[in-house]
């Protein structure tokens, strides 16, 4: 069975760090792109960073960038986000999720999806 499972959420305060992690079990994550979505109540699912498969290209949306960082570990079989700079506009549930392959822009294009894990950024 294909699994994806995040972890590394927590609440932190404005101007924090948080690292977050998707493990994978069941496949091998070497030959999929791994996205990393989130989702703020009552707002849509957005995409926040993803990286592809062999040549490790990686792309964020411009909320993000300079702040959160996207890798892989094929070892490991992991996907990191490593966010920095957090403030409350990056409170949401973020989910990872992977397809085979290149990124994809929508979400509806993964076929894997883990159960998310929830961020918070608060004093």
């Known amino acids: 069975q294909l699994q994806l499972v995040e972890s590394g959420g927590g609440l932190v305060q404005p101007g924090g760090s948080l690292r977050l992690s998707c493990a994978a079990s069941g496949f091998t994550l070497d030959y999929y792109a791994i996205g990393w979505f989130r989702q703020a109540p009552g707002k849509e699912r957005e995409g926040v960073a993803c990286?592809?498969?062999?040549?490790?290209?990686?792309y964020y949306a411009d909320s993000v960038k300079g702040r959160f960082t996207i890798s892989r570990d094929n070892a490991k079989n992991t996907v990191y986000l490593q966010m920095n700079s957090l403030n409350s506009e990056d409170t949401a549930v973020y989910y990872c999720a992977g397809d085979y392959g290149f990124c994809k822009r929508r979400a509806r294009d993964f076929d894997y999806w883990g159960q998310g894990t929830q961020v918070t950024v608060s004093s």
């Open positions: 990286i592809s498969s062999s040549d490790r290209i990686t």
